[in-house]
């Protein structure tokens, strides 16, 4: 499942430094506007607890997590839809990604430079929605026209497509992101088409200082950002970039016992990684065997054969039928056979719909 969620936010807002703690890929970081130009791409494994308890259950001879995709893109700043600072390029850049993560920075630090001279958590998120409703504005005044004069001639799709436009053009002008209007199915697949910025479904990320990580509710800034949220129908998640890339260099003993000091249960970054996980409608199921134990991404409301064709295109085109437990059932019955014996293990066919956590074992033929 080749998908991915792009870090974006102003300059100086800590998007690299997170990008470096989740992906500990060196992505540049540095106290100046646009040190990061090309976008920075890393892989991420995603924490998942079911897959220890499945690896401590069948004893295999490896184990293998799902991953995430993160792009780190280069910051934004005011008039980038118009080509200021590295304006399309950006712009073009997040156009590429499927889920956006916004960072905004909720501390104050008087040795780290803000673009705008002082820290507004909602100015920063405006600046960066506006310039991303007017590089869609202009994309849909570009088609409006040609559609508009086909609509006239009567073509039923001009007609239809023309209202969604129209629609589109009136939400964005009243500054409103496509994501926020209502459509019917058949209209989103046509704004869909339109490949627009402000339709992608976004995550907040409050960037906050190291006296805030333990309670982030006393931070005023992260409360305006949550508010601002609720308004857009996105979560919010708090971090401290600085403490996390701190964590992301401990192993697993040392990083438990580190978060404990600081009175947090677990890192921002697994909060995020999930989180922009769950943004895009993913999921995972399992293959569990004593060669591998295994984690699989997939997008919920996928069937069995899709699911099955991830792992292989053989696995999809001579499907004949998933053998299927869920991950609670199996560890409550303690082994594969138990489960059986149980009676919750399934034999699933084509229509259907795998679930998260599923444990499958995938029969086929070719």
């Not at 080749?2 to 800590?14: C, E, K």
């Not at 939400?171 to 339109?194: C, N, S, Y």
């Not at 600085?242 to 009175?263: N, V, W």
Request: hydrophobic letters at 40%; one cysteine or more; proline letters at 3%.
């Amino acid at each position: 499942m080749a998908l991915t969620a792009g870090i974006v936010g102003l300059p100086n807002v800590g998007k690299s430094t997170l990008f470096n703690a989740i992906t500990q890929a060196g992505a540049e970081s540095a106290n100046y506007p646009f040190c990061t130009i090309d976008p920075n791409v890393g892989m991420v494994e995603v924490p998942d607890h079911r897959l220890q308890k499945l690896t401590e259950l069948v004893k295999p001879k490896k184990t293998v997590p799902t991953t995430f995709e993160f792009t780190d893109i280069a910051g934004i700043v005011k008039g980038a839809s118009k080509g200021e600072g590295l304006g399309n390029q950006f712009l073009s850049h997040i156009r590429q990604v499927d889920a956006i993560c916004h960072v905004v920075r909720c501390f104050a630090d008087d040795n780290i430079t803000h673009v705008a001279g002082n820290v507004d958590p909602i100015s920063d998120i405006e600046t960066i929605n506006l310039e991303l409703i007017l590089a869609d504005l202009e994309t849909v005044d570009k088609r409006i026209g040609r559609v508009e004069k086909m609509a006239k001639q009567k073509d039923k799709d001009a007609m239809f497509e023309y209202e969604v436009l129209a629609k589109l053009k009136e939400a964005f002008e009243e500054e409103k992101p496509a994501r926020t209007i209502e459509f019917t199915d058949d209209q989103m697949k046509v704004a869909k088409g339109l490949h627009l910025l402000t339709i992608k479904p976004v995550l907040y990320v409050a960037n906050v200082g190291e006296d805030d990580v333990a309670d982030p509710s006393e931070n005023e800034y992260v409360q305006q950002v949550r508010t601002f949220a609720e308004q857009d129908h996105a979560e919010v998640i708090v971090v401290c970039a600085k403490i996390e890339s701190e964590i992301a260099e401990l192993d697993g003993d040392e990083k438990t016992m580190f978060l404990e000091e600081l009175g947090i249960k677990e890192s921002g970054l697994d909060q995020l990684i999930r989180a922009a996980y769950s943004l895009l409608g993913l999921a995972t199921y399992f293959t569990a065997g004593v060669q591998e134990v295994r984690a699989w991404t997939f997008r919920k409301g996928m069937k069995a054969p899709q699911c099955a064709g991830i792992i292989h295109t053989d696995f999809e085109r001579g499907f004949i039928r998933a053998e299927t437990v869920s991950y609670d059932d199996l560890l409550a019955a303690g082994s594969m056979g138990a489960a059986r014996e149980a009676g919750k293990v399934r034999l699933e066919g084509k229509e259907y719909e795998v679930q998260d956590g599923d444990v499958i074992h995938f029969r086929f033929n070719v």
